[in-house]
């Protein structure tokens, strides 16, 4: 290139020792600093045009321009580079360092549901739960404490899953990965950290609050728990990808929230939902969950020995004369005013996992599909 320069009359001579890039872009009038010279301007676009070097330029870009029989079609086999095993590997492993390294994310969770757990006890460990206001308490305390905790995870993921949208769309406009994989990666990093968080809170939360039943049952209540949490992570990664910004995806939670947790059977009761909105009630997400825990605690009644075997104390004779009785079992109160029946819990278990896989196949949908990108 120097010796190109040079061999154009006009052209400013190289000073020894200085930047031979800086002086090309001088000579050419691209520099920072405009030289003066007494030297006439040269047109180097002219110039290469009518040079030698232009004219084997083309020449060459003609010849390697049109199919050669000797060399055989380029045609790349795959679509990407890396195999599926690869992709996947590699993007589970990016989406667990970065949760990793997010310690803000699954210490808030944490943190939150130790003092939760802390809290609930401290108000809980000496109610009665066989009494009217008891067990209005405790399904109280079961609803607070599970929504609680599935909300936190539900906003906090929201904006961890915004921020990788940048970067998700650039990698896949380069066709760097299949969507497919990075929704693995996306979908199994929330596992362990659900499932740790939620199992902390009720080892200590269970026992804490008087229900000591047995170890069964509290590890039972805190799968029910994990998975609750895990939907609503879900849920809010779903909002994250269909939205075009983490404040707009924000703003959906908050209105679906709002309106869901009306009808999740404990306020108002679900069986004094007026009958117009019972479809509301039946497609709210979290309900199932709610009624899960409401029923393994306080409707289960298989040897007599559990809390929905206990006959109620203190009960107002409205209730009675509802249930047409004197005397009325946890269990029985439970099912008729909450409608949360323990002999619909494989039932409800099912739609929770339904609702998780739903909210995962719209996800990988959203991936796929939905782009705001504006070029």
Not at 109 to 127: D, K, Q, T, W
């Amino acid at each position: 290139m120097i010796n190109y320069f040079k061999s154009i009359p006009n052209t400013p001579r190289l000073i020894e020792g200085s930047n031979p890039a800086t002086w090309m872009l001088e000579v050419i009038g691209a520099g920072v600093e405009t030289k003066q010279s007494s030297l006439p301007t040269n047109d180097f676009v002219q110039i290469f045009h009518a040079s030698l070097e232009s004219e084997k330029l083309l020449n060459d870009l003609a010849y390697h321009a049109q199919p050669h029989f000797v060399f055989g079609e380029l045609v790349f086999a795959k679509k990407r580079a890396a195999s599926s095993m690869t992709q996947f590997k590699m993007l589970t492993q990016r989406f667990f360092r970065m949760y990793w390294r997010t310690p803000s994310y699954n210490n808030t969770r944490l943190i939150i549901s130790v003092v939760l757990a802390i809290l609930f006890g401290l108000v809980y460990c000496h109610v009665d739960y066989a009494t009217f206001s008891g067990i209005t308490g405790g399904v109280g305390m079961i609803f607070v404490t599970s929504y609680f905790i599935g909300l936190i995870s539900f906003a906090s993921v929201i904006p961890l899953a915004g921020e990788e949208r940048a970067s998700y769309y650039r990698e896949r406009a380069s066709q760097t990965y299949n969507a497919l994989w990075y929704f693995v990666g996306s979908t199994s990093a929330e596992i362990p950290y659900v499932f740790a968080t939620s199992f902390i809170f009720t080892i200590i939360y269970y026992p804490f609050v008087g229900l000591n039943e047995s170890i069964g049952a509290c590890l039972f209540y805190g799968y029910n728990l994990s998975m609750m949490v895990l939907m609503n992570v879900y849920w809010g990664q779903l909002m994250a990808y269909v939205s075009p910004t983490v404040e707009v995806a924000t703003l959906l939670a908050i209105l679906q929230n709002s309106v869901f947790v009306l009808f999740m059977g404990f306020t108002p009761p679900a069986s004094q939902i007026p009958q117009g909105y019972q479809w509301l009630y039946h497609i709210t997400p979290l309900k199932y969950s709610i009624s899960i825990l409401t029923a393994e605690t306080f409707a289960k009644c298989t040897d007599g020995s559990q809390l929905g075997c206990r006959l109620m104390k203190n009960v107002p004779p409205s209730v009675l004369k509802e249930l047409n009785t004197t005397f009325v079992p946890v269990k029985q109160y439970i099912e008729y005013v909450y409608e949360m029946k323990y002999d619909d819990m494989a039932l409800n278990i099912g739609i929770t996992i339904a609702y998780i896989v739903l909210f995962r196949v719209l996800a990988i949908l959203s991936l796929r599909y939905v782009n705001y990108q504006k070029r």
